[in-house]
């Protein structure tokens, strides 16, 4: 076939593209419509029964009813022995362009747009007993997209429902081991099960994933081979997503593992459902101004590789019904403020020197690097001290600070973190945190001169060595924590300060005249939580952010007066400000 042949009444006018089935071209209808459309021509010689099952399922597709988010599927055509399918055409590009011009993920407000537009869509159909089974990148296409441009939900059309399947045919035995694409396809399909639309959700999981991380949970190192794919999406659970990004911890990343659950029962059931629970997340996170600055922990970490890679700008790989090649890993991000070259390239070094290390220790599986080169690194490793978590059960936080809110169970640090705890993260790392922190003798104080942004830096490379999903606890949390459960208390002790804790300038544990400064963490008494030093000894901050996109550090510090300590006490600053008054605790889902 070449650009000008007719097929039944359409004239060819050029080859968009060719899949698994055969070849997609742009056409001319020359018919009375008079348009332009894309036909998917299956390859001759096609199985028959094959192609009479498609013809049967395309013709009752056609008649579904339109959908804004679904690519029209006008009808079928049969030409000297050829069949093929009608469709919609749509000038743009696929879904797997934006992902590229993306590698670190979407920005929020840009995936809540597409994955808008594909939960409407795979809803549609699921609502008119239609599943897709081949959802992927490549099935998705945006309207007149360009780099650069927003995008709206309504030029995201989902394509190649030629593969669909009818609902009410399931009882049919119809499978094709080639059908699908390995990356997307769900453990069910891999073993020619049952399929309905929680199919489509495992696939939609998948997408989400790597929409978000820049990756797809599977086809790293370890992965990349058929066989091990296959293994990986029938037994293996993905790496956390939350390890790679800011705005995934908590129920966000148990949506989408609930979406990729092994056992369809597990999972949500139609796109509708699974939408329900994601879209609200993720518009909530377009909304956070705390999650629009691109992170230095992924900035650093596309450094670091580069400096080991010399060709940074290689194009991706993409897995298809075979897996081809390796997708790049889902490596940590690692954090870095080097203010010079010299203190960036350090930076790097370490890095990567301290991800070597974990990776042979086994901390980051299949997904980390392979050999590690610096002893010292793993020295510091096997001293530091994970920080101890209590759990905190949930409940309806009342407060004079912010609106009463239900508290989900979490667990928090029982203490803030200390010098020590930070100072093996940035020997760890190469992070520059400036020098202020770093007190000799003062090992067991609370950390202070931290600014939000070092401790976010801290929280994730947490996460990274320990494959747990580490935050900074929101306002709300801190006053549950520190109130005993919401009750209306001034102090996590109750309605006063127990002796000799009632100096009513500065540090409440001073001595007489003495100076005041922190004091060794555990020095003031634990709440009913266990909790210690949730008031008087550092302002703690929170992941709680104003209109301005400054966050609030709660608590009151060593060098509050009176009226300036207690559970509500707030104060909003910058995410870059740093003082020695100002530490943090973290938080655990």
Partial sequence: ???????????????LGVGGMGQVWKAQDCGLAEREVAIKVVRPGTDQAFLGALASEARTLAKTPIHKNVVVLFGVVEAEEAFGLVMEYIPGAAL???????????????????????????????????????????NVRIAHYRKGRPISA????????????IEKQLNTKFTRSAAGTLTYMSPEQIKEDRQEPYTDVYALGVILYEALVGRPPFGGPGQDSFSALVQAHCELAPPPPSLARR???????????????KDSSQRFQSADAMGQAVLPLLQANACDPSLQVPSRL???????LMDEDPAPSRPRSRSRNTVTGAAPSLAPTVPSRAGSRASASEARKGALAFLLVLAAAGGLGGYGFIHARQEAQAEVLRAFHIPEVLAIPGGIQKSSTCPSVAVAPFKLARTPVTVEQFRAFVKATGYEAGSAWDRPGKESHPVTSVSHDDAEAYVQWLGTITRKAWYLPSEAEYEFAASNGGHPIPFPWGSGLPEPMDNPHGNF??????????VPVGSYPPNDFGLLDMIGNAWEWTSTANEKGE???????????????????RSPLPRTFRNNHIGFRVAQR
């Fill in 247 to 261: 705005g995934l911890a908590g129920p966000l990343e148990e949506a989408i593992f609930k979406a990729m659950a």
């Fill in 96 to 138: 797997t362009d934006l992902l590229r011009d993306h590698p670190r993920g979407l920005p929020w407000d840009v995936a809540y747009e597409v994955f808008q537009a594909l939960f409407d869509g795979v809803g549609h159909a699921h609502r008119n007993r239609v599943i897709h089974r081949d959802l992927k990148p490549d």
């Fill in 1 to 15: 076939m070449q650009p000008g042949d007719m097929f039944a009444n359409f004239r060819l006018l050029s080859l």
């Fill in 509 to 518: 544990l001073r001595p007489e005249g003495g100076p005041c400064a922190t």
């Fill in 298 to 304: 992924m900035e650093t970490m596309d450094m670091a």
């Fill in 154 to 165: 309504d030029e995201v059309k989902i394509l190649d429902f030629g593969l669909a399947r």
């Fill in 551 to 569: 966050f609030e550090a709660k608590g009151g510090g060593w060098d509050s007066p009176a009226d300036r300590i207690g559970i509500t006490i």
